[in-house]
């Protein structure tokens, strides 16, 4: 009890400068989580999107960057369907578009697609062949722009009627505007082509089967790369380096909580020099002694963990409700994410007090005594 106290006391003596330094971790925690949060919950948009659909595969241009870069003749999709193993194909040609002040996903999707079967009509209908310049919209999507059935979007030169609005279980999904295959093309000034290429199996849970067939496509169609709905996130090179900088910038905001913690337990060991002599005197071991000091590490390690939890988490929804970002972020907090969290916090602890320490093992009581 007397070793709790006196570490709180210690902490408590310079309060403004235990504050700072528990901020300093705990804005160091808060932009672990908002920055590596941000790039799972795109992942998982992009994951929940494609599973939301019942896609089994997906087909792009091979080496592309990133797949909304992807352009392919929409003349493959009739030749991948004959493949044996393959059960349904469909062409979709997907960009991003500027509309009022933001950004939103755009699809276009041919009148046969099976995609047309995933939606949940909530108002309206699906488009017919008298609705040439006609689109559903995202529940989310319609939310955010406040449109209904019946009005109508000024998009790229050309007035788009909103006949339907939709609802999906992904996030994405529900951000996105859904327009007929031709007409997107025409707007796009990309006739005859698709972006990406949607394909079903018969027997998407048999590991060989699948194996074979994507080896067989990959086979005839060179140009393509072909892979399962769960590779795609990992095979996305923009979201690969997006999460590499989320990364870097999050060591360098670790390394700066280290740095916060050393120098305020290095300046309270100096200011502390006669006071761990007394204790030295008075029979305390040196491994107890170090044991104070790395528990003081520790306190302010926890509380601005603490801190930076809640401040990561509330920053992360506000991240993935800002108006640009709405639908392109599905955030979600896995108990793994946080346990890595947490050992990334303590061993912010740890490391920050080894030094400073290491510092009051060297002092010698006789010499500590002698400080003014």
């Known amino acids: 009890m007397y070793f709790l106290s006196i570490s709180f006391r210690n902490l408590w003596r310079r309060p403004v400068r235990s504050c700072l330094t528990a901020l300093g971790v705990a804005m160091a925690v808060a932009t672990l989580i908002a920055l590596v949060g941000t790039s799972r919950g795109i992942e998982r948009a992009w994951s929940q999107s494609m599973s939301g659909r019942g896609i089994h595969m997906l ?30 194909v469909c ?10 002040a933001g950004v939103i996903g755009v699809a276009g999707w041919p009148a046969d697609s099976f995609l047309w079967n995933t939606l949940q ?25 406040n449109l209904r059935v019946g009005d109508t979007i000024p998009m790229l030169e050309v ?19 859904i327009l007929p295959l031709p007409l997107l093309q025409k707007l796009l000034s990309k006739e005859g082509k698709v972006t990406v290429i949607n394909l079903r199996l018969f027997h998407p849970d ?37 999460k590499k900088i ?73 991240l993935a409700s800002l108006k640009h970002l709405q639908g392109f972020i599905d955030p979600a907090f896995s108990t793994f994410f946080l346990l890595e969290v947490v050992l990334a916090a303590t061993m912010l602890g740890i490391l920050g007090t080894l030094y400073p320490a290491w510092r009051t093992s060297r002092l010698r009581a006789v010499d500590a005594l002698k400080q003014e």
């Open 206 to 242: 048999d590991i060989n089967k699948a194996a074979a067939i994507r080896e067989r496509l990959n086979e005839l169609f060179p140009g393509l790369s072909f892979l399962e709905t769960k590779e795609v996130t990992e095979a996305n090179q923009m979201i690969t380096l997006f």
């Open 59 to 88: 087909g792009f241009r091979k080496n592309s960057v990133e797949i909304l870069s992807s352009t392919i003749d929409q003349r493959v999709v009739d030749q991948i369907s004959k493949v044996d193993g393959v059960k349904a």
């Open 246 to 318: 989320n990364w870097s910038i999050s060591v360098i905001a670790l390394l700066m909580g280290l740095f916060f913690i050393l120098n305020t337990l290095l300046m309270a060991v100096n200011e502390r020099v006669k006071e761990i002599g007394i204790l030295i005197a008075l029979g305390w071991r040196k491994m107890r002694v170090m044991a104070l000091v790395m528990f003081e590490g520790m306190l302010l390690a926890a509380m601005g963990s603490a801190a930076g939890v809640l401040i990561g988490l509330v920053g992360l929804r506000r």
């Open 159 to 177: 007035k788009i009627e909103v006949i339907g609005i939709f609802q999906q279980a992904s996030a994405l999904n529900e951000s996105t505007m």
């Open 121 to 145: 009509i909530k108002k309206g209908r699906l488009p017919g062949p008298n609705d040439p310049n006609s689109a559903l919209l995202g529940q989310r999507l319609a939310e955010r722009l």
């Open 91 to 100: 062409g979709e040609l997907a960009d991003l578009v500027t509309i009022g």
